[in-house]
């Protein structure tokens, strides 16, 4: 056998992947609705460019849209909800990542490190030329999820404009992206786009009241605001201290006027020690950050610039910690400073 390059990415089932294993779709009825019709009447495009923020169900909906055509094909033989029957072989298949016409492409897994890889590189992105090239059985179709395209390297994008360039019959791509405007147009331009807006707060409370029983009410509740119509995001935040997480972050910005940087920094080492709990913090605190923003625009707050700047410096801050291997707690130190220094320049 081979040795595996060091570094090398590699596709592996994770048994707790939620979109792959998930055949309910909450919401989204408009977007489901343009999908269907485009399949059942024989016209799907050679890629959907799948768009909206994490963890609002675009990666379901696309095992879904690759579940139907993989059993129906583009004909209106199945439901006209794109479902597919639990016990069908495909659907069991595309549970253990084994269907022969469905292939992922994400970040792999470094074989050194055991740790997910930063970018998704050209390599992964390659597999869709071999991929596409093999024949079909039975008239088969072929089905390439790339989850998610944000995080392609230039090269990577380079290889993928070219899968877009030759599409072979009978394949489709489905692009998912958190933020489409970072791809390049002549990508956007290739795909046929669908947006997935926040789900409303009902829906994602009667997803958490059904896949979280135990969760209190009074939890739920705060997990429902904190989401922000993402069930993926309440998922998260439910689990690995997140609710704790997120308050953390909302307690730096409320006393950013008057910091207490013993504190933060206590609060540092405390989320350093966490699994993910950096990023995880970083999120939260853009997040609320975000909101207020928001709430202030809607008031007619001014002098707003200097509030969307430091909202854009946390991110990015954050996101080269986590890409980087920086010292977190630094990272969490100069972001309440930076929060400090904005704070005193006029309140949100």
């Keep these: 056998m081979a040795k595996r390059a060091r570094g090398e990415p590699v596709e592996v089932h994770d048994p ?21 019709r485009a399949i059942r009447l024989g016209r799907p495009p050679q890629a959907w460019l799948l768009t909206g923020p994490p963890g609002v169900g675009k990666a379901t909906l696309a095992y879904r849209i690759a579940r139907y055509l993989l059993v129906f094909g583009a004909t209106d033989r199945g439901p006209d909800d794109l479902s597919v029957a639990p016990n069908d072989p495909a659907t069991l298949q595309v549970k253990a990542a084994a269907h022969p016409g469905l292939v992922v492409l994400k970040r792999g897994i470094n074989a050194d490190t055991g740790k997910t890889m930063t970018v998704l590189g050209v390599d992964e992105i390659r597999k869709l030329g071999g991929f596409f090239g093999l024949t079909s059985g039975a008239g088969g179709w072929r089905i ?4 998610t395209a944000d995080d392609m390297n230039d090269h990577a994008a380079n290889a993928l404009l070219k899968a877009l360039e030759e599409p072979p019959q009978r394949s489709l791509l489905l692009v998912l992206a958190n933020a489409p405007a970072r791809l390049l147009p002549t990508i956007r331009s ?6 997935l807006k926040p789900l409303a707060d009902a829906d994602v409370d009667t997803e958490l009241t059904q896949r979280l029983p135990e969760l209190s009410a009074k939890d739920r509740t705060a997990l429902v605001k904190l989401a922000g119509g993402s069930i993926g995001a309440a998922l998260s935040l439910a689990s690995d201290n997140g609710l704790a997480i997120a ?12 910091p207490d ?8 080492e405390k989320i350093a020690r966490m699994d993910d709990g950096v990023d995880a913090f970083g999120r939260y605190l853009q997040k609320a950050l975000s909101e207020r923003i928001r709430a202030r625009a809607r008031s007619g707050g001014a002098r707003l610039e200097r509030w969307v700047e430091l909202w854009e410096k946390v991110g990015s801050s954050f996101r080269r910690t986590d890409g980087l291997h920086l010292e977190p707690r630094q990272t969490i130190v100069s972001a309440s400073r930076a929060l400090s220094e904005t704070a005193r320049r006029g309140a949100l």
């Design 190 to 195: 290739r795909c046929r786009r669908l947006d």
């Design 247 to 258: 308050a953390e972050a909302e307690r730096v910005i409320d006393h950013a006027a008057a």
């Design 144 to 147: 390439a999820i790339i989850d």
């Design 16 to 36: 707790t992947n939620a979109p792959r294993d998930t055949l309910a779709f909450i919401g989204h009825v408009e977007a489901l609705g343009r999908v269907a």
């Design 261 to 268: 940087f013993a504190a933060t920094l206590a609060l540092a």
